[in-house]
């Protein structure tokens, strides 16, 4: 009798487990994109000298090794003071941070100038380019309140220009709830900081001086 009512119990105890296990499993990973929909339809300065197209790439980011990760690091709004951050296994940028930032902000520097991206593509042997080396100093993200980057970059021409001067480059953006609105403050940010980009860009192309301001 004893042994009847164990294996009478096995489908329910697998029905229970089934169901633990379904619940497990019912919260997909989320992925963010940093590059926001759409790129701008007006360049600012679209050849070098007015002789040939203008290039940008930008050389492999510089940031804190903690950031160097697909997932979303952020701080919680009440532990805003504290050293604790966490990593968000189930919320997940598209790419590797350092890739996915790398990406949005050529894309957006190249169609703000209506310029030619060769950070991945590459260009010609013998057609020069403005090469963007840039460093995160920060990217501190505290969920459901704001957003604060710093940045500093330096551009230099592949045909052996002269270095520009360092440009350093903060902001903030204030949060709504939700991860989501994290995201796309980080879009916001993104942005922002390729426009300073751009702007620098056009100035070093037009001959006007270093235009970190």
Same mark, same amino acid.
Not at 50 to 73: D, H, I, N, T, Y
Not at 85 to 110: G, I, K, T
Not at 172 to 178: D, K
């Given at each position: ?10 489908p329910?105890?697998?029905?229970? &487990?089934?169901?633990?296990? #379904? /619940?497990?499993?019912?919260?997909? !990973?989320? @992925?963010?994109? +940093? *590059?926001? =929909? ?5 360049? &600012?300065?679209?050849?070098? #000298? /007015?002789?040939?197209?203008?290039? !940008?790439? @930008?050389?492999? +980011? *510089?940031? =804190? ?5 697909p ?5 919680k ?10 990593? +968000? ?12 930032l ?16 060769s ?9 020069p ?17 704001r ?5 500093n ?13 360092i440009c ?46």
């Amino acid at each position: 009798m004893r042994s009847f009512a164990r294996r009478a119990a096995l489908p329910g105890l697998c029905l229970a &487990a089934l169901m633990v296990l #379904g /619940g497990c499993a019912s919260a997909p !990973v989320r @992925f963010y994109s +940093l *590059a926001a =929909p759409g790129q701008p339809a007006a360049p &600012a300065a679209a050849t070098v #000298g /007015g002789k040939s197209p203008m290039f !940008v790439e @930008f050389a492999p +980011l *510089a940031l =804190p090794q903690r950031l160097a990760r697909p997932q979303l690091v952020v701080r919680k709004a009440d532990a805003e003071t504290s050293a604790r951050v966490e990593v +968000l296994e189930d919320y997940r940028w598209a790419s590797s941070f350092q890739y996915e930032l790398r990406d949005a902000l050529a894309n957006r520097v190249a169609g703000q100038l209506g310029a030619i991206n060769s950070t991945v593509s590459g260009r010609p042997p013998d057609q020069p380019a403005w090469r963007i080396f840039l460093q995160v100093q920060s990217f501190d993200a505290v969920l459901d309140r704001r957003i604060d980057v710093d940045l500093n970059w330096s551009v230099r021409r592949t045909d052996g220009g002269a270095d520009a001067s360092i440009c350093r480059w903060s902001g903030s953006e204030q949060l709504a709830p939700g991860m989501d609105a994290l995201a796309q403050g980080a879009q916001r940010l993104t942005e922002r900081a390729a426009d300073a980009i751009a702007r620098q860009l056009a100035a070093l192309a037009a001959g006007t001086g270093p235009g970190c301001g």
